[in-house]
């Protein structure tokens, strides 16, 4: 009876070790698919192939879907990038041509996530509402190729840089980003054009209206007065603003031109080059009249 005992104890106990065994096997594979390198890489996602490219990783770009309306930084050099079609509009049938090991989605085309799934390609997406999502989303890139002190040291430094732009005088000043002049839209505090506005100490014209991306009527804009108006996106200069909504012509945007022409594809792009661009249109807005 002892020795039965001491059999089924024994028994337990090994059975025990190997289920040890077992799980840390399972979290070493694990692991191992945590910290995976690509190396042959389809982007859909503009930002991420500027981060690829901060990175020196171009290599790792098999392919990239292309915008319509902007570039992509550095120009000179993804203007030449095998394509699998158009940002809104990418080809699944060309994506898989490349037999990628990873696939990069962006807004546009988290829909083919599960097609892609089904043929064994494993897709990521990187959305990106504010500075932190976008320094979080360039650290998560730099884990994906092993390069991930690379990645640590360029986020510092933008970092650092943003701090700047905080601690600078306060602008003072009332204005928005509207990106449709028809109606009126722009973009509200929750979204990376809004967040530049508050970090330049500028009151948002759509701060006291409801919505993420609100509709702006020409009696609320003539009523809130702004000093200036970056326009952008689905507005193609600083005169169509204008000439949409000519009651706007009394506003001290209007009457002292102070309507910006913002480089869409810089300012809301979610890649740390942002940051750069923020320093800059600070200095342009602060030098008006």
């Known amino acids: 009876m002892y020795k039965k005992r001491i059999i089924m104890f024994l028994m337990i ?3 025990a070790l190997g289920l040890i065994s077992c799980g840390k096997e399972l979290e070493a594979e694990e692991a191992v698919k945590e910290t ?4 042959k890489i389809v982007v859909l996602d503009p930002a991420v192939v500027e981060m690829l490219y901060l990175l020196n990783a171009e290599d790792r770009i098999a392919a990239v879907a292309h915008s319509q309306t902007t570039g992509i930084w550095p120009e000179d050099k993804t203007k030449d990038l095998p394509d699998v079609g158009t940002l809104a509009k990418p080809s699944l049938e060309k994506i898989i041509s490349f037999s990628p090991d990873l696939v990069v989605l962006s807004i546009h085309s988290t829909g083919l996530a599960k097609d892609l799934e089904a043929h064994g390609i494993k897709t990521v997406s990187f959305p990106a509402n ?15 190729i092993g ?6 040291k360029i986020t510092a430094e933008k970092k650092e840089k943003l701090e700047e732009i905080k601690k600078s005088e306060p602008l003072n000043k009332k204005g928005a980003f509207i990106y449709s002049a028809s109606p009126m839209m722009a973009f509200g505090e929750n979204s990376l054009p809004g967040e530049v506005l508050k970090i330049y100490g500028v009151e948002n014209l759509t701060d006291k209206v409801k919505g993420e991306r609100p509709i702006l009527t020409p009696e609320y804009v003539i009523e809130e007065n702004p000093d200036f108006l970056l326009v952008g996106l689905g507005v193609s200069s600083e005169d169509e603003i204008v000439t949409a909504n000519p009651q706007l012509k009394d506003t001290n945007a209007v009457k002292n031109k102070n309507i910006i022409k913002v480089n869409s594809q810089a300012l809301l792009r979610g890649s740390p080059r942002i940051v750069d661009e923020t320093m800059n249109l600070y200095e342009e807005i602060k030098n008006l009249k």
């Open 36 to 39: 995976a390198v690509y190396k």
């Open 13 to 15: 106990v090994l059975g």
């Open 147 to 152: 390069k991930e002190d690379e990645a640590q």
């Open 130 to 144: 504010s500075f932190d999502d976008i320094f979080n989303n360039f650290l998560e890139v730099g884990k994906l």
